[in-house]
């Protein structure tokens, strides 16, 4: 039922038909004379406001609406005695006292009568509510995330945009082309993706780089198509995520992870490799990367430059170091040790005055046009040790880039901390080498005489007697001492990595061990240890160094009787293996922990530091003439029931073929 019908009828003298319509509406009717007293109310009417008929009938209008609200209502009256008719929102008196909602159309009957049709607003109100509330989180959610949101028409003219990034607004972008908003070979590409998704109907996603006013971006962009009722594509619908952080943090770790690399193996030039560390700077990204390290003197020296441009390489070779923060040349030379890494978003254009010496440095310094800058000292163990600088021309560091830059700097000052130590350890290494030469030189001179008069004044000696065998004594401290020394030239050519010197031929295992035994004999005599050995009958001949093998056996035997108790029993034994002599020598001393094992062959390794009785450099050659032979060693042993050290031999090539 609209206004218009309502005026051509009477709704007071209706018959028996317009009765039945006029209670059955779903709307309230209410009918008023011209004074605002209501003479007629539907069963509706009367259950939205929660009177009866007979308790509205005869109310004034302005009994149920608010007394702020008469003025309108004289206002809207006057509108429909001038014939027009009025809707509006109004809220009705319940009988409980609430308002209640309303949407009101209204007209002024010829007859005088005033004719209102009601509809409850209350669920649209709160559904309304609802959607504002929904729209305000929506908004509230957009503005804190990096999300940008736009339509564009089936030209790829914007009709809408929200969150723009800064500083740009949505007025600036509606009514915009893409080749507006974007440069060319960007703006072409989205351009191909938006028009695809235009024509097939499809959804499409794709990461894109931007280049803003205030820095390069990084979006993840996903366009849908944007259909109208009868589902016809008449443009598109995208959201764009500013994925800056995320892809800067990728790429930092990738950086990273390839600088490990590059690290991981120092060999080679150390200054080729920081050279190759400069050029890998290139990618924080910037436009130029420096790495100076601080020489001996406390000098700056320029170790790698890498420029995106490679024609800056050549032109800047001459550049002195830059004057950056805290870390500057001074007169003499002399470097200032920076404590903090410094970050200049933008660079001062007379920053760099300091570094300038002369007009051709004025002018490769502009060259460079440095307007962003990060520089990084490189301290390791509380030292300083050089620095690196990152500049850029085209682009604005900010603290992200700071922190890359400071683990880049940390992992290239750990290099250059291992490359100093290990220069400093090699220069060690070749002093204690070339005063062990002097050493083994001053002491074999003495010893070699004293074995030469030794063997002179034995001749004169009656066999077996005191005196006799005294100087057997003095001979054989005599060759102990030179393969002690002997000990000494071997540490050193295991260290450098180099095999020891042998020279092979075919022993007798049995002969050996005994003429070993024997010599030691006096020692263990001295000790008061029962020294005996164990063998079985038909060795085979092994494949050795003989002198190798008395050195390998004085020592092991030398351990033994030092580490075992008065009245022990030291025992050395051969018994054949595969392809192979297995020599022993056991003993009853205090016994060695499991997890000690692996570091018995070590250098100047000892189990127990406060037993001073041997420096820890036996085992040590013990195994450098092992491996020599192509053999194996190893020890059985464990707290308080003594040590067993084997060693394998291979027999003799004739031997094993019988």
């Known amino acids: 039922m609209t206004v218009a019908h309502a005026g051509q009828v009477r709704l007071g003298d209706r018959d028996a038909q317009d009765r039945e319509l006029f209670e059955l509406a779903s709307d309230g009717i209410f009918i008023a004379d011209l004074d605002g007293r209501y003479t007629d109310v539907n069963d509706a009417g009367c259950r939205m406001l929660g009177y009866t008929r007979g308790e509205i009938i005869g109310r004034s209008i302005l009994d149920l609406i608010p007394e702020s609200e008469v003025p309108r209502l004289a206002e809207e009256k006057r509108t429909m005695l001038r014939g027009r008719p009025c809707v509006s929102e109004w809220k009705l008196r319940c009988k409980d006292g609430q308002f209640l909602p309303v949407e009101v159309s209204a007209n002024i009957l010829p007859d005088g009568s005033w004719l209102g049709f009601v509809r409850d607003l209350t669920e649209s109100k709160a559904a309304e509510a609802a959607r504002r509330l929904d729209e305000q989180r929506l908004r509230v959610a957009l503005a804190s ?115 490990s690399s590059l690290l991981e193996v120092p060999n080679g030039d150390w200054k080729q490799l920081l050279a190759k560390v400069a050029s890998l700077g290139l990618r924080l990204p910037c436009d130029f990367c420096v790495v100076d390290v601080i020489d001996e003197g406390g000098h ?14 050549d032109a800047s070779a001459p550049l002195a170091p830059l004057h950056i923060g805290d870390l500057r040349p001074q007169p003499g030379g002399e470097a200032v040790r920076p404590s903090e890494p410094l970050l200049l978003e933008a660079v001062p254009p007379d920053y760099l005055r300091g570094s300038w010496q002369d007009d051709a440095h004025v002018a490769l310094l502009r060259s460079l046009d440095v307007r962003s ?24 560091h900010d603290r992200a880039d700071l922190q890359i830059a400071v683990e880049f700097a940390r992992r290239v000052a750990l290099l250059l901390d291992r490359i100093q130590l290990q220069d400093a350890l090699e220069r060690a290494v070749r002093a204690r080498d070339e005063a062990l030469a002097i050493v083994v030189h001053d002491l074999r001179n003495p010893l070699n005489s004293v074995l030469l008069q030794s063997e002179i004044l034995s001749t004169t000696l009656e066999e077996n007697s005191r005196e006799g065998l005294a100087v057997d004594r003095i001979r054989h401290s005599v060759r102990r001492m030179n393969r002690l020394i002997q000990d000494l030239v071997d540490v050193v050519r295991l260290d450098a990595r180099e095999a020891l010197v042998i020279k092979l031929d075919d022993i007798a295992p049995d002969g050996i061990l005994r003429e070993v035994v024997d010599a030691m004999g006096p020692l263990a005599s001295a ?5 005996v050995s164990s063998l079985p009958a038909g060795l085979p001949m092994i494949r050795a160094d003989h002198d190798r093998l008395v050195q390998l056996l004085e020592n092991l035997l030398g351990n033994a ?27 009853s001393g205090p016994g060695i922990s499991p997890e000690q094992h692996a570091h018995l062959f070590e250098r100047f390794w000892q189990g127990d530091g406060r037993d001073r009785r041997g420096i820890g450099l036996g085992l040590y050659v013990v195994k450098g003439i092992v491996d020599a032979h192509h053999g194996r060693i190893w020890v059985d042993s464990a707290p308080g029931r003594g040590s067993t050290f084997h060693f394998a031999i291979p027999i003799s090539p004739a031997q094993s073929t019988r």
């Open 145 to 259: 995330a990096p999300i940008s949101m736009f339509n564009q028409d089936r030209d790829l003219r914007y009709t809408w945009a929200y969150n723009p990034p800064t500083p740009i607004s949505p007025d600036d972008i509606i009514g915009s082309r893409q080749e507006d908003l974007a440069p060319e070979p960007l703006a072409q590409r989205l351009i191909e993706l938006k028009r695809g998704v235009i024509e097939t109907g499809i959804a499409a996603r794709t990461e894109i780089e931007h280049e803003l006013p205030w820095g390069r971006r990084w979006f993840d962009l996903r366009i849908e198509p944007l259909r109208d009722e009868h589902g016809d594509v008449v443009g598109i619908t995208g959201a764009a995520w500013d994925v800056t952080e995320r892809k800067r943090d990728e790429d930092g770790l990738r950086l990273l992870g390839d600088l």
């Open 300 to 313: 700056l020296q320029r170790i790698g430059f890498a420029h995106v441009d490679p024609r800056m390489l």
């Open 373 to 396: 800058l990060i520089a990084v000292p490189l301290v390791s163990r509380g030292q300083v040790l050089g620095r690196l600088v990152f500049g850029s021309s085209t682009r604005r």
């Open 527 to 531: 000790a008061l240890i029962e020294l």
């Open 561 to 587: 009787i030092k580490f075992s108790p008065r009245g022990a029993l030291v025992t050395a034994s051969a018994v054949l293996g595969t392809d192979e002599v297995v020599f022993s020598v056991a003993d």
